[in-house]
C-alpha cells in the first residue's frame, strides 16, 4: 500500500529542510517522522525544490527537448532512478502548482 504525504505536510518539510538535513535518521525517527517523510527528505536533499524548478521550466518551455535524454541527464547528475526522479518532479510541480494557487487572490 503506497501512502500519500500530504501536499501542506511536504511544503512544512522543504521549509524545514536545512535544519533537516543535518540530523540523523534516528533523530528524525525520535522526533516522529514517519517512513513515507523520510523517503520525501532523502529525496528533497539530494534533488532540491528550486534545481528541479528549473529544469521543470527548461523542459517546459523549449520546444524540442527529448524527454527520455532529459531524464537520462537529471538521473546521472542526481545519480538516482528514473522512478525516483519522475516522483521528485511530481512533487515539485505539486508543490509549485499548489504554491502558486495560495498566492492567486481569491474572487
Known sequence: MKIKLKIE???EIEESLE??????????????YAPEELL???RAIRMPLNAITEYIEIYDN????????FV???CEKYQTDQATL????????????????EETPKR
Open 9 to 11: 505536510r511536504q511544503i
Open 19 to 32: 535544519e533537516l538535513k543535518n540530523l540523523s535518521v534516528t533523530n528524525l525517527i525520535n522526533k516522529g
Open 86 to 101: 519522475t516522483m521528485r518532479i511530481r512533487e515539485v510541480r505539486r508543490i509549485n502548482k499548489f504554491r502558486n494557487n
Open 72 to 74: 537520462k541527464v537529471l
Open 62 to 69: 523549449r520546444p524540442r527537448v527529448d524527454e527520455l535524454k
Open 40 to 42: 520525501f527528505l532523502c
